[in-house]
T-cell receptor
Framework: QKEVEQDPGPLSVPEGAIVSLNCTYS??????FMWYRQYSRKGPELLMY????GNKEDGRFTAQVDKSSKYISLFIRDSQPSDSATYLC???????????????FGQGTILTVHP | NAGVMQNPRHLVRRRGQEARLRCSPM?????VYWYRQLPEEGLKFMVY????????ESGMPKERFSAEFPKEGPSILRIQQVVRGDSAAYFC??????????????FGEGSRLTVL
């Protein structure tokens, strides 16, 4: 079993739709949860991060973490064609020692938003 | 402020040759990470380095792979005697010490290795 599971999709939605992306994880030690966005042939870039359980909102993006069910979600409101990319969830054990920057990624979900 | 620079962007090698991938972190960043992205798989951690030190290499294959981050110059990921299974995109990331607690890494655009 992978430590972080993510449905690879692909997911295709019309412009303006609400998009829901999800991951599950198995390691209770994970404390930091992130969403990275990766455009084709580019490196990933950080979209959002949260520490422990809870919600975090940034513009059209909302990240949710439910540690009790080990579930991570990213919601995109009013999706735009420019949101078309691969979305990667990532987790990290609480910072300290060699855990710095050692991220465990999901497989990534390919999202296409069509006009 | 230039981002993380990786070169070459594309590299083709025949089986048995050596591949050297270079990474210059963002200015002021002292932490460097190498990740590998195989086809149909997510990014996998390989190694974490600081200047002149390997901090964590738990994701590196035991043979043929090595990494360094010298006092001067870029970080280098070296793959000796490449095999077809080494074909992948290799991403370098960097961060300043203060940001590593949040998991925010700044990634380069990757080096795509193809082994014939």
């Amino acid at each position: 079993q992978k430590e972080v599971e993510q449905d690879p999709g692909p997911l295709s939605v019309p412009e303006g739709a609400i998009v829901s992306l999800n991951c599950t994880y198995s390691n209770s030690a994970f404390q930091y949860f992130m969403w990275y966005r990766q455009y084709s042939r580019k490196g990933p870039e950080l979209l959002m991060y949260t520490y422990s359980s809870g919600n975090k909102e940034d513009g059209r993006f909302t990240a949710q973490v439910d540690k009790s069910s080990k579930y991570i979600s990213l919601f995109i409101r009013d999706s735009q064609p420019s949101d078309s990319a691969t979305y990667l969830c990532a987790t990290m054990i609480a910072a300290g020692g060699t855990s710095y920057g050692k991220l465990t990624f999901g497989q990534g979900t390919i999202l296409t938003v069509h006009p | 402020n230039a981002g993380v620079m990786q070169n070459p962007r594309h590299l083709v090698r025949r089986r048995g040759q050596e591949a050297r991938l270079r990474c210059s972190p963002m200015k002021g960043h002292s932490h460097v990470y190498w990740y590998r992205q195989l086809p149909e798989e997510g990014l996998k951690f390989m190694v974490y380095l600081q200047k002149e030190n390997i901090i964590d290499e738990s994701g590196m294959p035991k043979e043929r792979f090595s990494a360094e981050f010298p006092k001067e110059g870029p970080s280098i990921l070296r793959i000796q005697q490449v095999v077809r299974g080494d074909s992948a995109a290799y991403f370098c990331a960097s961060s300043p010490p203060g940001l590593v607690n949040t998991g925010e890494l700044f990634f380069g655009e990757g080096s795509r290795l193809t082994v014939l």
